[in-house]
Nanobody, 125 residues
Framework: QVQLVESGGGLVQAGGSLRLSCLASGGTFSSYGMGWFRQAPGKEREFVAAINWSGGSTYYKDSVKGRFTISRDNAKNTVYLQMNSLKPEDTAVYYC??????????????????WGQGTQVTVSS
């Protein structure tokens, strides 16, 4: 069973930066596609970014392109989300997820098999 633990969330002013980390254990991390999703109060969970098993392919929600960067370190079983130029509308609980169906890189919630508990990101205006 894969376990995912996110960290790095917090409160930041608009225009600021945060780096989220997600540490995986209990599985073969280097074989999973990894994704970041977010869920704001009263809204559905939505795709933010995804990366394939090798890190060679990445995908982003249009509204975060050029501001967010997903990366991974397979030696450390960790995936990252660097978030720059944050906006109040980025406020949400951010979740990392693992997709155990390589080489697919999913952008939909149902394509992911394992989820972390989430970390809160709050951007003040």
């Amino acid at each position: 069973q894969v376990q995912l633990v996110e960290s790095g969330g917090g409160l930041v002013q608009a225009g600021g930066s945060l780096r989220l980390s997600c540490l995986a254990s209990g599985g073969t991390f280097s074989s999973y596609g990894m994704g970041w999703f977010r869920q704001a109060p009263g809204k559905e969970r939505e795709f933010v970014a995804a990366i394939n098993w090798s890190g060679g392919s990445t995908y982003y929600k249009d509204s975060v392109k050029g501001r967010f960067t997903i990366s991974r370190d397979n030696a450390k079983n960790t995936v990252y989300l660097q978030m720059n130029s944050l906006k109040p509308e980025d406020t949400a609980v951010y979740y990392c997820a693992a997709d155990n169906s390589p080489p697919r890189v999913g952008t939909r919630v149902y394509e992911y098999d394992y989820w972390g508990q989430g970390t809160q990101v709050t951007v003040s205006s």
